[in-house]
């Protein structure tokens, strides 16, 4: 079946620093890939999306591209600010009726 | 205009009792999902509609039961409230694998 892993964290940064957050996938035919972002007390939004190779997803600053050689979507951002403080889910839509598989979520504190 | 709406947003309520949460949305999807978000932040879909036909129902206790009575609305029904569905419940909806899911803000269950 389908898989997402990727960093449990917490992650905790400096403001202005360089984040990466790895994701990695195990999937069947071409699945399309998703990062979402649940601040403090809310519902998850799309932060970024790809759907096919070499595909790169980018929204508020961050990126991410769709590597199928290596399997993964990692997510980057090149100074985060609080703000940006939040839970970080990536995600795999492969089968039909757009079942999405969640990765566990990566817990992002960024201190000023 | 709230896109996806649930209602309510906090539920506290003792073991044993009946209760029901709603989901409206407003932005023409066909397909709604019920996900269950533990402790950890990890989530699980529980249930699945396209246009008001059951398309995903994953092992999930006979005390939950969902209802579409249309494609905009999927309410979900529990029965003889434990401990243990203690959770936030997220609803969810989407048009094509593609494009993502677009979420709710969540109701926070509490059985005391």
């Known amino acids: 079946g389908n898989s997402v892993t990727q960093m449990e964290g917490p992650v905790t940064l400096s403001e202005e620093a360089f984040l990466t957050i790895n994701c990695t996938y195990t999937?069947?035919?071409?699945?399309?890939l998703f990062w979402y972002v649940q601040y403090p007390g809310e519902g998850l939004q799309l932060l970024l999306k790809?759907?096919?190779?070499?595909d790169k997803g980018s929204n508020k600053g961050f990126e991410a591209t769709y590597r199928k050689e290596t399997t993964s979507f990692h997510l980057e951002k090149g100074s985060v600010q609080v703000s940006d403080s939040a839970v970080y889910f990536c995600?795999?839509?492969?089968?039909?009726?757009?079942?999405?598989?969640f990765g566990i979520g990566t817990k992002l504190q960024v201190i000023p | 205009d709230t896109a996806v709406s649930q209602t309510p947003k906090y539920l506290v309520t003792q073991m044993g009792n009946d209760k029901s949460i709603k989901c409206e949305q407003n932005?023409?999807?066909?397909?709604m999902y019920w996900y269950k978000q533990d402790s950890k932040k990890f989530l699980k879909i529980m249930f699945s509609?396209?246009?008001?036909?059951?398309?995903i129902n994953e092992t999930v206790p006979n005390r939950f039961s969902p209802k579409s009575p249309d494609k905009a609305h999927l309410n979900l029904h529990i029965n003889s409230l434990e401990l243990g569905d203690s959770a936030v419940y997220f609803c969810?909806?989407?048009?094509?694998?593609?494009?993502?899911?677009?979420f709710g803000s969540g109701t926070r269950l509490t059985v005391v």
């Open positions: 969810a909806s989407s048009q094509d694998r593609a494009y993502g899911y677009t």
């Open positions: 509609y396209n246009n008001k036909e059951l398309i």
């Open positions: 999937a069947t035919g071409y699945p399309s």
């Open positions: 995600a795999l839509n492969s089968g039909g009726y757009q079942k999405v598989t």
């Open positions: 932005l023409g999807h066909d397909t």
């Open positions: 790809a759907t096919k190779a070499d």
